[in-house]
Structure formats: C-alpha cells, structure tokens
C-alpha cells in the first residue's frame, strides 16, 4: 500500500499489523490455532473460592432441581444438580439453562473456567457466562472415585485475630 509503512510484531498468540500513521489501528489475523490449548487441573486441587478450572470430568448422575415455564418476558429457567468427577473425586455441579442438556449421565464433559461457589458451607462446581460446558470430544478413560466426594467437606469461614 502506497505511503503505509507496516511492521511485524510476533507473539506466540497472534501476529499484528500496525499502520506507521495511525498505531492505534490495528488489523490483527490470526493464524490457525495459535493459541495453547488449556491446561487441565487436577480435580483434587479444587478449593473454596477458585476460579479459572479446567476439567475434563465424567458425569455420575443428574437431577433437575428447579424448571419454570417462560414468565412474561418470555424466559425459561433450568436448574439441574449434576454428580461429576474424576478418577480423584466427585463434586456437585450445579448447571442451568443449555449446561442441562450436556450434563447426562455418563457422558464425558469438559469444563472451561469453572469456579467454585460455597453454598451452606459446601463447595459446589459451577460455570457463568465467562466459561464454558460442552461434551468431550473423546470419552474420559478413566474411572470415577465415588468415595472422595469434595461436596461432603464442611467449610466453615474463621477469623483470625492477631
């Protein structure tokens, strides 16, 4: 292009082209996937007030809890509790809306930027708008310890006076 000078900036996640004129516009292109894929955490690393897992987790059982008809504003609501876990452990995952209809006994699910949510003193696993459920892509091989559920754990919040 004549009178645009270009220069290169590589980064492992994307290459950018900035304009000599004006270095607040940008054209960025990505290239394929350059981005890593996501680390997968370990189930039993899960904690009160994390945030940011990324699981690969079977699905041991579900059960809607809470499902209501559209109100005047046209909404439905699905609540399910859903068993997951992992060859560690189990939580309690709590899914709403389209996170139900993935969440069926035996599939294998993947979970993006989970967090942990305290409710009555138990860690329950859930996702927001920010994360993401979806179905694994190939079935988790390995087999669900049932005995360590991390749901049962009470926490209770202390504080310390120094």
């Known amino acids: 292009m004549k009178g645009f000078v270009f220069s290169v900036i590589k980064s492992p996640l994307r290459f950018a082209f ?8 940008a054209a960025v292109v990505l290239l394929g996937s350059s ?17 940011g897992h990324n699981l690969l987790l079977k699905v041991v ?3 809607m809890v809470l499902q209501r008809g559209g109100g005047p504003q046209g909404r439905h609501m699905r609540i399910a509790e859903c068993l997951v876990g ?13 996170q139900v209809d993935v ?3 035996g599939a294998s699910v993947d ?12 860690m ?8 993401i459920v979806k179905a694994a892509e190939s079935p988790a091989d390995f087999t669900v310890k049932e005995d360590n559920n991390m749901s049962l ?3 209770e919040l202390v504080t310390v006076v120094e």
């Open 18 to 25: 900035f304009s000599a004129r004006n270095p607040l516009v």
């Open 35 to 51: 981005s890593p894929l996501p680390r997968v955490h370990p189930f039993i690393q899960l904690r009160p007030g994390t945030h």
């Open 61 to 63: 059982d579900s059960k």
């Open 86 to 98: 992992d060859e560690t452990g189990i939580i309690v995952f709590t899914a709403r809306n389209d």
């Open 103 to 105: 969440m069926k006994p």
């Open 111 to 122: 979970l993006r930027n989970a967090k942990i949510d305290m409710f009555k003193g138990s």
């Open 124 to 131: 329950r696993l859930a996702v927001d708008k920010w994360g």
């Open 153 to 155: 754990i009470e926490f």
